[in-house]
């Protein structure tokens, strides 16, 4: 299994999105996923929760277990954010409390259905910035109310090559995405969480910047003098028709 260590800044927040401190967090990531049997997680779990009961938490779990329990009655929330470099083959990274113990996240919030994976994305890039660029999930916002459940999305990464009037090459990324969300359910052993699943597509994209040159900026000058005239006289003929028409009757009055 490869392996890959990130680092990520965390900050705190009160219930009314304030800064109250920062955390910096280091964990693993997994860049390949084996299968899992759920006979023998099963089989895991029940020896893990025989030997819970009979050697019980630890000082520090049940201090963290106190701390979040606190933070969660103050209605606080978190700010995630750093880099993650990961290899250009299809992959996935979540935000989720799968690095917890079971057992302790049961503590914690007695129950799958408790865990708020409520979200506000405020920048996602595959790559540096270029101008124009549209990342589609900047300032994507989901609130849940009254339930809980798993948010995934589907992100279909384009490398891209910019290429500026400077010749300089920008190799960065585009990408396209689609959500999906699913419910948490009374029959369901997972827990809620955050999936960023990603997949690169074969074909590169590149954009060029251009300056056009002064042969076609005359073609376009003279383009629009001639649509200018050509409308004018357009105009010119459609009233001197109108007026035509308006003042032919009164002439005719004048022999009787």
Request: charged share 25%; proline share 4%; glycine share 6%.
């Amino acid at each position: 299994m490869l392996l890959t260590r990130i680092e990520f800044l965390q900050l705190r927040l009160n219930s009314h999105g304030h800064i109250t401190g920062t955390e910096y967090l280091s964990d693993l990531v997994e860049k390949e996923h084996e299968a899992h049997n759920h006979d023998h997680d099963k089989d895991h779990h029940k020896d893990s929760h025989e030997e819970q009961h009979t050697h019980g938490f630890d000082d520090a779990a049940e201090t963290m277990i106190k701390k979040v329990k606190q933070a969660l009655a103050n209605e606080e929330g978190c700010r995630v954010y750093g880099v993650l470099d990961v290899q250009r083959v299809a992959g996935n990274f979540h935000i989720s409390v799968h690095g917890l113990n079971i057992f302790v996240a049961q503590m914690i919030f007695d129950g799958a259905k408790h865990v708020n994976v409520s979200h506000i994305i405020h920048d996602l890039s595959f790559g540096p910035k270029y101008p124009g660029i549209h990342n589609p999930l900047d300032g994507t916002a989901r609130i849940l109310r009254e339930t809980s459940g798993t948010f995934k999305y589907y992100i279909k990464i384009v490398p891209t090559e910019y290429r500026y009037i400077s010749k300089d090459v920008l190799p960065t990324n585009q990408f396209s995405v689609t959500e999906y969300f699913s419910p948490i359910t009374d029959f369901d052993r997972t827990w809620p969480a955050v999936y960023f699943l990603y997949d690169l597509s074969p074909i590169t994209v590149t954009i060029k910047e251009e300056r056009r040159s002064f042969l076609h900026f005359i073609t376009r000058l003279c383009a629009i003098l001639g649509g200018t005239f050509a409308l004018t006289g357009m105009l010119d003929r459609w009233m001197y028709r109108l007026l035509e028409a308006l003042t032919k009757p009164n002439r005719g009055s004048g022999f009787l």
